[in-house]
């Protein structure tokens, strides 16, 4: 929200017998933000007292919220109610409402808010999938980086490269449940769940299945969280599956066959796995394209997002929601984290919320 100066002038006569002492303006403060809120950096203790009322709520509505759902500005109003008699309660209440009343939080719909967030960064890793499937029909790439980098959200952007996609089922296996990973049998029986198969289908038969299916539409694999996956069953199902998949495939100019791993942690182009790190090698669909690493977001990239969705007219943006505090509140731009924080000023969760539409 942000605030008008008749907030300001109804809160001045209600908080400045209450802050006359330096002392009074930290008790509050901290009583109800904490000792380590960084917008307490911010504050001029010593000024006079409505310059530093009016600078101390300037400052806290643009922190924005302090906990999910709690706004640094009403965690102060709050606290500062409680010690206060009945008759000037009910003048700290209609403070309260107005803020949560003019927050424009709730305003920005869930499913907008998600095609938004899909569109921050990963500008480098996009085009080269772009490329890559405009010039290839049968693709592999390994999407990877560090915990908590957005791994399956940028996943989840590269299937709405093509608008066909959103009508066939990508078929996902998340090789860490219940320890699919651990074995390629294991891995052949999870794809003929997938595929309608009886559980004891050869891998012939499976990749007859999968050609069929090739005939008619584009099959999209995908192979969550592979960093879980021994090296050496990674690279012996990528033998046993990949290479004699793309040997059988149809020729077929209209229709894509592609494969996406997953690695959650980093580790899998550091291991002894062969990966192309150029489309144009000769080995390459045959062995998965290492893609760019996803990476912590600059402030630059924050400030660019927050740039761009602000002239949309269906997008209401908190006033508190700037490159700095979503720096301070995710640890320096880990993107699920700022995911999670993006949502909360927004009025919205991630997890449990939005993630949901996450491939």
Request: glycine fraction near 4%.
């Amino acid at each position: 929200m942000a605030i008008s100066s008749e907030f300001i002038q109804k809160s001045l006569p209600l908080l400045r017998p209450l802050m006359f002492a330096e002392s009074e303006r930290r008790a509050y403060l901290i009583q109800a933000l904490g000792t380590e809120a960084s917008v307490l950096n911010n504050m001029r203790w010593s000024i006079p007292t409505d310059a530093f009322i009016t600078e101390m709520l300037l400052n806290l509505d643009s922190f924005g919220e302090i906990t999910p759902g709690t706004s640094a500005l009403c965690a102060l109003l709050k606290v500062v109610r409680e010690g206060v008699g009945v008759d000037i309660q009910l003048l700290f209440d209609e403070l309260i409402a107005s803020t949560q009343q003019n927050s424009p939080a709730s305003q920005t719909p869930a499913h907008l808010l998600f095609d938004l967030l899909l569109q921050m960064d990963f500008k480098q890793q996009v085009r080269l999938v772009k490329t890559v499937i405009e010039l290839h029909h049968t693709a592999a790439f390994l999407v990877h980086g560090e915990p908590y980098c957005g791994q399956q959200l940028l996943v989840t952007r590269l299937l709405r490269l093509q608008p066909k996609w959103k009508k066939i089922s990508p078929i996902k296996i998340d090789v860490s449940h219940n320890g699919v990973g651990r074995s390629i049998s294991h891995l052949w029986r999870q794809l003929t769940s997938w595929l309608g198969l009886d559980k004891d289908a050869e891998p012939n038969e499976i990749i007859e299945k999968v050609c069929d299916r090739l005939l008619t539409q584009d099959v999209i694999f995908i192979f969550y969280t592979v960093d879980y996956m021994p090296p050496k069953v990674l690279s012996g199902w990528l033998q046993a599956f990949w290479e004699p998949l793309i040997t059988s495939v149809p020729n077929q100019k209209d229709k894509h066959l592609l494969m996406f791993l997953v690695d959650n942690s980093g580790s899998v182009c550091e291991s002894n796995i062969l990966l192309a790190q150029q489309f144009s090698e000769p080995d390459y669909p045959r062995i998965p394209l290492n893609l760019p690493p996803v990476i912590p977001f600059p402030s630059d990239i924050l400030d660019d997002w927050i740039d761009n969705i602000q002239v949309l007219s269906d997008v209401q943006i908190p006033a508190g929601l700037t490159s700095q505090t979503l720096l301070e509140k995710s640890e320096n731009g880990i993107p699920q984290l700022v995911y999670e924080e993006i949502c909360s000023h927004c009025g919205h969760s991630w997890e449990g919320g939005l993630a949901k539409w996450l491939i």
